[in-house]
């Protein structure tokens, strides 16, 4: 919103329009990403021996995994303490650094082999990267949910086109990112917080000052994310039937999650559309576009790690939707679901290995086409589910349940407020924005208050703290000449209403 211009002779105010421009905040997190994809899906480190995602049994992977799912289940259960500790200014300058620590250590058994090394680098690095993720979280639920959705294409396409270009660096450079990378990450972490902040747009939010405000039903999240993790940890088992249905799975993703987003971002501003999802998609095409004359299996082999970091992608991005959608703590959220994706991806692997050795190869055939339909239509209803409740909030749905909780006035409202939605009712914002000379924060506030949202909210959606709210409230109040939002809805609507009736 904050790029939105309302002038008499420029276009109209459009009080749904997101962010027009990349976030630059939110690109640092493909740092934390690619060093991901580095240690645990790429070869290219470790060309003696791969140790990519499917094989959960590798011990770097399970030292790491375990240290990461108990250091998140303490941040789940403690989210307040844990977050504050993260946040420090000590725990900001460790964090990266052991996790710089950790992987230096396995680059070091990388020449002189030694069980300790791998196991200590494991723990260190499991422990190190869920704290940034947890921060990453943070800063992503820190700004609005239509924000989080139009960086998705860019953010992708960059980790994409990192992934690709990794396997030609020479081996002494890769090992010299996968240090350098977690540093990187926590540099970029400070980046974002100094950057939300001059955007007056790092809140003490109420969900991450106090991981225990209400008690949280997170049951529908851990269900839908258990069951994908475990469906799609099984198919890499079924190869030996003859097809790739991981390399499947991930390209039915990557359609439904695409669809999902370009859609989103097209309803919610089309002027924005063709930057924040036409050329992100036209640059992927072109990255991957050389990998069109490869055999399957050669193109399951690149696409395997380059799908399990997009699902690591798609995970932080759909735990912070659903923390903003039921207004709940995103670094908890997130740290729910990451521990539930991480335990039933292992006893997918786990599985999937046994049914290869004890069935033959009609079951393995019929399982594998269960699963990946299984697989893929949870990821179709989770996105269905999201897009309606993102819909909804957008059209004020949700500020009208906010409302009711807080105000008596608020049915009467939310019916003003869905009555004034009327197709000129941007213009009509607009022109009593230019003439009582609202300025541009005060023009956000304005269109907020005409929907009938609580102050609350509007230092939701905006991002800024509650006294900058009560602030501009004010300054409205005092400029319209009005003493309550109900005025406003009521200028508006009839204002709105001469208008229909004079055509």
Known sequence: MDNTRSTATGPSYDPLSPLQTIRPDLLGFVFHLSWLYLLFYSSAVDSGRPFGGADTTDIIYLSSAVALALTLFVGAIRTKAFM????????ALLAPAVTALGTLL???QLIVPSLALVICGGILTGAGSSVLAARWASVFGNVGSRVVI????TILVVIVAICVSIGYLPHELCLALLVLLPLCSGGALQFARRYQRSREAHVERRHDADGTRRRAHYAPLIALVGLIGFTVALLPSFEVSGANYGLLFYLIAAVLVLGFVGTTIFLADRRSFPVLFLAP?????????PFAQYSTET????????GNIAFELLLLFGTVLFAQA?????????MIGRITLALFDMAG???GQHLVHLGDATILVQLSGVCLFAASELLLLALVVSYLGHSRRSLGGASAKAGAATTPAAPVIAAKAVDAAVPRRDEVLARIADRFALSERERDVFVLLAEGRSAARIQEDLCIAAGTVNYHTRNIFQKVGVHSRQEIIDLVHDEAATERNAD
Not at 84 to 91: T, Y
Not at 150 to 153: G, L, T
Not at 299 to 306: E, I, M
Not at 326 to 334: C, G, I, L, M
């Open 106 to 108: 396995y680059c070091m």
């Open 299 to 306: 193109l399951g082999d690149a696409f395997y790690p380059v």
């Open 326 to 334: 039921t207004d709940r703590s995103p670094a908890k959220t997130f």
């Open 349 to 351: 692997s786990f599985l």
């Open 281 to 289: 998609l036209a640059m992927l095409a072109l990255i991957l576009l």
């Open 150 to 153: 139009a960086n998705f294409p």
């Open 84 to 91: 504050r500790v993260a946040e420090s200014k000590p725990c």
